[in-house]
Nanobody, 122 residues
């Protein structure tokens, strides 16, 4: 299973970005998927998770109301719409997939993408 993220970049406070993750080599609809992020010098942690059908989502408290996770099982794609970005959102964002649903913990992740950098300037 391969995960390839795209969509990161340098933006200003209040801007929006949409991250995409295309998953290949597996049956996407059977995988639990999520987005994690890692800032310099800090641990990687869960940002948003979505169940296999796409019917249930969870967001880390600091992004709730600003970020939206979604999945398109027909296109094997995981998305993260990020609005009202803040400097504290600056991090490398990782797409993650695994068989255990939902993906709460780093140890539950079977597959990682390479990460995409998001930088929000003040």
């Amino acid at each position: 299973v391969q995960l390839v993220e795209s969509g990161g970049g340098l933006v200003q406070t209040g801007d929006s970005l949409r991250l995409s993750c295309v998953i290949s080599g597996g049956t996407f609809s059977t995988l639990a998927v999520a987005w994690f992020r890692q800032a310099p010098g800090k641990e990687r942690y869960l940002v948003a998770v979505i169940n296999k059908s796409g019917g249930n989502t969870y967001y880390e408290r600091s992004v709730k109301g600003r970020f939206t996770i979604s999945r398109d099982n027909a296109e094997n794609t995981l998305l993260l719409q990020m609005n009202e970005l803040k400097p504290e959102d600056t991090a490398v964002y990782f797409c993650a997939a695994g068989s255990k649903s939902p993906l709460w913990y780093l140890g539950d992740v079977d597959y990682w993408g390479q990460g995409t950098q998001v930088t929000v300037s003040s």
